[in-house]
């Protein structure tokens, strides 16, 4: 996003230091009185040219607000994501943690290991202390009777994960060969939703500071044709 800005942004200073001022000579010459738009971009053209010193403080300004307007997306993504009703299921850490119990889960079982021992394992060595918790009750539910998927305990993990993991405790140690394919494919899914997250982030961000440059542009443009529209117009009336 910060590339795309800098290179974007030496359109617009030209456009204000080589354009507008020739259009502005222009206009004196008829002696043309001025909308307000044209008059504040002929201001700031003028600013520009007599302090230009102070034209680069004003670019880093700039760039630095499009840089922590980029951090703030990926820091806030979940408010980001409220706002705009994107469905997930956590923030980007969340997907992480997720992704990683997912992966302990399936080398304890590959391991031989007993499934509830597997299943606290995997939430033991989590960072997260909500994923540990949740863990433990999941590893309490795989070894009671009933289904894990109609366990309120276990609403904390995805439907598919209670699938493999009922699937799991039909079947042996040596067996689990669909078991442990299904928990990677899951684990791969909740990785590759962190990188769509961060491609958004990017995505968007660039976006933006295409479409604001744009604007600017757009602006000087107008600015510039609007008192040639008055000046046509009373030629010829």
């Given at each position: 996003?910060?590339?795309?800005?800098?290179?974007?942004?030496?359109?617009?200073?030209?456009?204000?230091t080589?354009?507008?001022?020739?259009?502005?000579?222009?206009?004196?010459?008829?002696?043309l009185?001025?909308?307000?738009?044209?008059?504040?971009?002929?201001?700031?053209?003028?600013w520009?040219?007599r302090?230009?010193?102070?034209?680069?403080?004003?670019?880093?300004?700039?760039?630095?607000?499009?840089?922590?307007?980029?951090?703030?997306?990926g820091?806030?993504?979940?408010?980001?994501?409220?706002?705009?009703?994107?469905?997930?299921?956590?923030?980007?850490r969340?997907?992480?943690?997720m992704?990683?119990?997912?992966?302990?889960?399936?080398?304890?079982?590959?391991?031989?290991?007993?499934?509830?021992?597997?299943?606290?394992l995997a939430?033991?060595?989590?960072?997260?202390?909500?994923?540990?918790q949740?863990a433990?009750?999941?590893?309490?539910?795989?070894?009671?009777?009933?289904?894990?998927r109609?366990?309120?305990?276990?609403r904390?993990?995805p439907?598919?994960?209670?699938?493999?993991?009922?699937?799991?405790?039909?079947?042996?140690?040596?067996?689990?060969?669909?078991?442990?394919?299904?928990?990677?494919?899951?684990?791969?899914?909740?990785?590759?939703?962190?990188?769509q997250?961060?491609?958004?982030?990017?995505?968007?961000?660039?976006?933006?500071?295409?479409?604001?440059?744009?604007?600017?542009?757009?602006?000087?443009?107008?600015?510039?044709?609007?008192?040639?529209?008055s000046?046509?117009?009373?030629l010829?009336g």
């Amino acid at each position: 996003p910060l590339a795309v800005f800098l290179i974007l942004l030496p359109v617009l200073i030209f456009l204000l230091t080589v354009v507008v001022p020739v259009y502005s000579s222009i206009f004196a010459s008829f002696d043309l009185q001025l909308p307000g738009l044209t008059s504040i971009v002929v201001w700031l053209s003028h600013w520009m040219i007599r302090a230009p010193l102070l034209v680069a403080p004003a670019i880093v300004v700039a760039a630095a607000a499009v840089y922590l307007f980029s951090w703030l997306l990926g820091r806030f993504s979940h408010w980001r994501h409220a706002a705009i009703g994107y469905v997930t299921d956590g923030s980007s850490r969340e997907l992480l943690a997720m992704a990683a119990f997912i992966r302990r889960l399936r080398g304890s079982l590959a391991a031989g290991l007993p499934l509830a021992s597997a299943v606290k394992l995997a939430g033991y060595l989590s960072e997260r202390r909500s994923l540990r918790q949740a863990a433990s009750q999941l590893a309490g539910a795989v070894e009671a009777p009933s289904s894990l998927r109609d366990t309120p305990a276990t609403r904390r993990f995805p439907t598919t994960l209670l699938f493999a993991l009922d699937l799991s405790r039909t079947t042996s140690a040596s067996s689990r060969t669909a078991e442990l394919s299904l928990l990677d494919q899951l684990a791969e899914t909740y990785l590759q939703r962190v990188a769509q997250r961060a491609d958004w982030n990017t995505g968007v961000v660039g976006q933006v500071a295409i479409v604001a440059v744009g604007l600017l542009v757009g602006i000087v443009l107008i600015a510039m044709l609007l008192p040639l529209v008055s000046l046509v117009n009373g030629l010829a009336g």
